[in-house]
């Protein structure tokens, strides 16, 4: 008896060919205390990453000033020590870049282990550097490469952590479970503010300075390898798992079809009595004779073919940029806001604080401490309520309240009274938060499963060179020049301006099948403005062309 794998195999006599691409099962739900053990796995991972991040950003704003660029006036060694972090942000686009690739291409979890090693020891050796009194311009230097590895793993790390738990999630919730690894950024921030604060409440300024900062650095060593111990406990994506069988299996048949006409080629040439039969057989084919289509899998099917001259399939990054660039231009446009947003609300308060109202450090810091546990409990909030109401409303709220709060955020500051203080930088992060929970499911929801990984990571971490990178820098700059906190809330307004643009020229992809983003016209990537049900044409050829841009 025939097997099923028979009738789809391009060759009716193969009996050991492997299953057809159109035969595959879609991937089994999984199961929720599978699901909650991934979730926590992809939150202890990026809430590592995150506290190794900031820690960086409030160094930056207390002491590294000092410590590595000594000799400046109080803002310019601030603006010196916010370059080498805005240099972090500008190795998380090529961090993207090779993250997204190997991810589309060998898998999300193997990825995730190496970013929290990199990001991990960077953080830890940052925490044994000598500072500028001690080996001169040397400092500086080594404190810059550091924090470029640093900005290398997390721009690798942000797209690996939420497809993981995207695509294992229950598609009704996916906005609550895939916002659960969006709150390792408050978590990392409370955690580093934390610890932060501790240090400078029990340690005198000279102390903190002089061997106190190292200790949040080296806790990072220890927080590494539970993060480590948590994340190779789990499961591959079985989205990805599902595509790759789909290209396994495409290639089988690629092969099948090879030999099947190879074999039919040989038979030809030995019925017609020579080489020179077959080779006018073979060239009315390719000319367009009734067999020419033989190895064509539909009218339409072109580049994807499965047949001995299909071409290789596009690499994930070409693959993006071919078929996905308007969902990369609104996935950065979305970002503008919500990037800016919140490194003016948690990083540039501790120079705002310190520097312009001449408060102590300690009254900013926790003020973010504060905040950041509410930001915490908010994000899964937010994320729920995408779930029911769309992606794009929830973002849409967030990127108009930031917008309209960032006047009254710097009027309670300059009261100077701490309880005021904590309400404006809370309601700040809680509108981000409308912003940063529904974007791990929105971004993912953008991108085919082959390039998901490079589609979400180059569309979040590109952003954040023009948006969070110089955010701190332009606010302290404008901070230097006006003494006021006019032209920073114009900066912030601006900026959710862009946000709401591109929002508008989205759609919404609450509904989306994620293993079926980008199979509509048969090209690798969904256009923009179609939703994923739709365009579902039938007919086994047309569904065969549109399989086979997946992996």
């Given at each position: 008896m025939?097997?099923?794998?028979?009738?789809?195999?391009?060759s009716p006599s193969s009996s050991?060919?492997?299953?057809?691409?159109?035969?595959?099962?879609?991937?089994?739900?999984?199961?929720?205390?599978?699901?909650?053990?991934?979730?926590?796995?992809?939150l202890v991972g990026t809430t590592i990453e995150w506290y190794d991040f900031f820690l960086y950003g409030s160094a930056a704003a207390l002491v590294f000033n000092k410590l590595f660029f000594?000799?400046?006036?109080?803002?310019?060694?601030?603006?010196?020590?916010?370059?080498?972090?805005?240099?972090?942000?500008?190795?998380?686009?090529?961090?993207?870049?090779?993250?997204?690739?190997?991810?589309?291409?060998?898998?999300?979890?193997?990825?995730?282990?190496?970013?929290?090693?990199?990001?991990?020891?960077?953080?830890?050796?940052?925490?044994?550097l000598p500072t500028h009194a001690t080996v001169g311009a040397l400092a500086p230097v080594l404190l810059t490469t550091l924090r470029l590895v640093q900005g290398f793993a997390l721009g690798g790390e942000w797209g690996g952590a939420v497809l993981l738990v995207s695509e294992h999630g229950d598609a009704r919730r996916r906005g609550f479970w895939a916002s659960w690894p969006q709150t390792g950024a408050p978590a990392g921030q409370l955690l580093a503010t934390g610890v932060l604060a501790a240090l400078t409440a029990l340690l005198s300024d000279a102390a903190f300075e002089s061997w106190g900062w190292r200790v949040p650095f080296l806790l990072s060593g220890a927080l590494v390898g539970l993060g480590l111990w948590i994340r190779l406990a789990v499961d591959e994506s079985p989205v990805f798992k599902e595509a790759q069988a789909r290209a396994a299996a495409r290639e089988a048949e690629r092969k099948a079809s090879?030999?099947?006409?190879?074999?039919?080629?040989?038979?030809?040439?030995?019925?017609?009595?020579?080489?020179?039969?077959?080779?006018?057989?073979?060239?009315?084919?390719?000319?367009?004779?009734?067999?020419?289509?033989?190895?064509?899998?539909?009218?339409?099917?072109?580049?994807?073919?499965?047949?001995?001259?299909?071409?290789?399939?596009?690499?994930?990054?070409?693959?993006?940029?071919?078929?996905?660039?308007?969902?990369?231009?609104?996935?950065?446009?979305?970002?503008?806001?919500?990037?800016i947003s919140f490194y003016v609300l948690t990083a540039f308060i501790l120079v705002y604080t310190t520097e312009h109202l001449g408060l102590s450090q300690q009254t900013g810091l926790n003020a973010v401490l504060i905040a950041s546990a509410v930001h915490?409990?908010?994000?899964?909030?937010?994320g729920a309520l995408s779930d029911r109401v769309g992606r794009r409303p929830v973002y849409l709220l967030g990127a108009v309240g930031?917008?309209?709060?960032?006047?009254?955020?710097?009027?309670?500051?300059?009261?100077?009274?701490f309880g005021l203080m904590a309400l404006a930088v809370t309601v700040g992060l809680v509108l981000h938060g409308?912003?940063?929970?529904?974007?791990?499911?929105?971004?993912?929801?953008?991108?085919?499963?082959?390039?998901?990984?490079?589609?979400?990571?180059?569309?979040?971490?590109?952003?954040?060179?023009?948006?969070?990178?110089?955010?701190?820098?332009?606010?302290?700059?404008?901070?230097?020049?006006?003494?006021?906190?006019?032209?920073?809330?114009?900066?912030?307004?601006?900026?959710?301006?862009?946000?709401?643009?591109?929002?508008?020229?989205?759609?919404?992809?609450?509904?989306?099948?994620?293993?079926?983003v980008g199979e509509e016209h048969g090209d690798g990537g969904e256009r923009a403005g179609v939703p994923a049900s739709a365009g579902a044409g039938s007919g086994s050829g047309a569904e065969r062309a549109r399989e086979s841009v997946e992996p």
């Open positions: 025939a097997s099923p794998s028979d009738s789809a195999s391009p050991s060919s492997p299953p057809s691409s159109s035969s595959l099962k879609p991937p089994a739900a999984t199961e929720p205390r599978s699901l909650r053990r991934i979730v926590a796995a992809s000594p000799g400046s006036e109080p803002l310019v060694g601030t603006l010196l020590s916010f370059l080498t972090y805005a240099v972090g942000f500008a190795a998380r686009p090529v961090g993207a870049l090779v993250f997204g690739h190997y991810g589309d291409r060998i898998g999300r979890k193997k990825l995730l282990v190496i970013s929290l090693l990199m990001m991990g020891g960077a953080t830890f050796a940052i925490g044994l090879i030999e099947t006409a190879s074999a039919e080629t040989a038979s030809a040439g030995a019925a017609s009595g020579g080489a020179a039969s077959a080779g006018a057989a073979s060239g009315g084919a390719a000319s367009g004779g009734p067999d020419a289509g033989a190895d064509a899998v539909g009218p339409d099917a072109g580049a994807h073919a499965v047949g001995p001259d299909a071409p290789a399939e596009e690499r994930p990054l070409v693959a993006v940029l071919r078929h996905h660039w308007r969902d990369v231009l609104v996935a950065m446009g979305a970002r503008m806001a919500e990037n915490f409990t908010a994000i899964p909030l937010w930031v917008g309209a709060w960032i006047f009254p955020f710097f009027a309670l500051l300059d009261t100077g009274r409308a912003m940063y929970a529904p974007q791990a499911a929105f971004f993912s929801e953008l991108f085919a499963t082959r390039m998901r990984y490079s589609g979400a990571s180059i569309g979040a971490q590109f952003s954040s060179v023009a948006a969070g990178a110089p955010a701190p820098m332009i606010a302290t700059a404008l901070l230097a020049e006006y003494d006021s906190s006019t032209t920073i809330s114009l900066y912030v307004i601006g900026a959710a301006l862009l946000t709401v643009v591109a929002l508008a020229c989205a759609t919404e992809t609450r509904h989306r099948d994620l293993t079926t």
